[in-house]
C-alpha cells in the first residue's frame, strides 16, 4: 500500500503538470495535445528536462532558463497538490478500485476547473463533458448498479446550484450548477455533504471578507467554483462519514 501511495503521488505530480497545460489552453480555445510548450514570457520551447513536474521549477529557482523570467509557483503547487490528492484518494479508498479510478479522475477534473475558475472565471464545458463521460463509463463498467443514484445525485445537485444561482446571480453561474451536477456523477449521494462544505465554506469567507472590507466586500464577487472543489474532495474522502453521522444524529 506506501508503494501504491509513493506511485500515485508521483503519477499526480505527472498529470498535475498536465493540468496546468489544460487548465492554460481550454479557456483559450488552443490544442491540449500540440504544440509542445513554450516560455509564456519570451516564446521559447521549454525542453524536457526543464518541464518536470515541481523538481525543474526548484532547480531554476522558479526562473525560465531562456530569459529569466519568473515561472508562477501555480505550476509546482498544482503538481504537488495534486501529487497529494492522488495519495489520498488511493490510501482511502483502498479496498474499492472502481471508486479509486473515479477518485483520481474527480480530483485531477476538480483542480483544473479550480485553476480555470480562479484565473479566467470560467468552468469550461470541455473539461466537464470529459469528466461526465468518464465518471458514467467507469461507473457502468465496476459498479453498474450506482449508475441510478449517481444520475440522481446529478439533477439534485445541479437543482440545488440552479437555486442558488437564481437567489445569488453575482456569485454564481451556470458553471457552477453543471459542476455540481457533475460532483453528483463522481459522488452519488456523497454530493449532499459535498455540497453544504462548500456552500459553508464559501459563506465563511464571504463573512470574513465583509468583515474585512465592509461594504466594498459585497460588490466583489468570489468565483465559487473552488468552494465546490473543496466541498468535492471532502465529499469523496469523508463522505459516507459525514452521511453516516447526519443519519446517525437526526434520524
Ligand atoms: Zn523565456
Redesign the pocket.
Known amino acids: 500500500m506506501a508503494a501504491a501511495a509513493a506511485i500515485a503521488f508521483l503519477g499526480g505530480l505527472i498529470v498535475g503538470s498536465f493540468v496546468t497545460v489544460v487548465a492554460h489552453r481550454v479557456p483559450r480555445g488552443e490544442s491540449i495535445v500540440g504544440p509542445r510548450s513554450r516560455?509564456p514570457?519570451?516564446g521559447?520551447q521549454i525542453a524536457a528536462y526543464d518541464n518536470v513536474p515541481v523538481v525543474s521549477w526548484l532547480l531554476l529557482r522558479g526562473r525560465?532558463r531562456?530569459?529569466g523570467?519568473a515561472i508562477s509557483p501555480r505550476y509546482p503547487l498544482t503538481e504537488l497538490v495534486l501529487g497529494l490528492l492522488y495519495m489520498a484518494a488511493v490510501l482511502v479508498l483502498w479496498d474499492d478500485p472502481t471508486e479509486i479510478a473515479l477518485g483520481l479522475v474527480f480530483v485531477t477534473t476538480l483542480l483544473a476547473v479550480t485553476l480555470t475558475d480562479l484565473e479566467r472565471r470560467v468552468i469550461p464545458n470541455k473539461i466537464l463533458i470529459v469528466a461526465a463521460v468518464l465518471a458514467v463509463a467507469i461507473a457502468a463498467v465496476g459498479d453498474p448498479s450506482s449508475l441510478p443514484q449517481r444520475v440522481i445525485a446529478a439533477a439534485a445537485a445541479g437543482g440545488v446550484l440552479f437555486a442558488a444561482a437564481l437567489a445569488y446571480p453575482r456569485g454564481m453561474g451556470l458553471g457552477d450548477v453543471k459542476l455540481a451536477a457533475t460532483m453528483g456523477l463522481f459522488l452519488g449521494r456523497d454530493v449532499a455533504p459535498a455540497i453544504l462544505v462548500a456552500l459553508l465554506a464559501g459563506s465563511l469567507v464571504g463573512l470574513a471578507m465583509i468583515a474585512r472590507d465592509g461594504a466594498a466586500a459585497r460588490k466583489r464577487a468570489i468565483p465559487f467554483g473552488p468552494f465546490l472543489a473543496l466541498g468535492g474532495v471532502a465529499g469523496m474522502l469523508a463522505g459516507d462519514q459525514m452521511v453516516d453521522w447526519y443519519l446517525g444524529t437526526f434520524s
Request: with cysteine.
Open positions: 516560455c514570457a519570451c521559447t525560465a531562456c530569459c523570467a
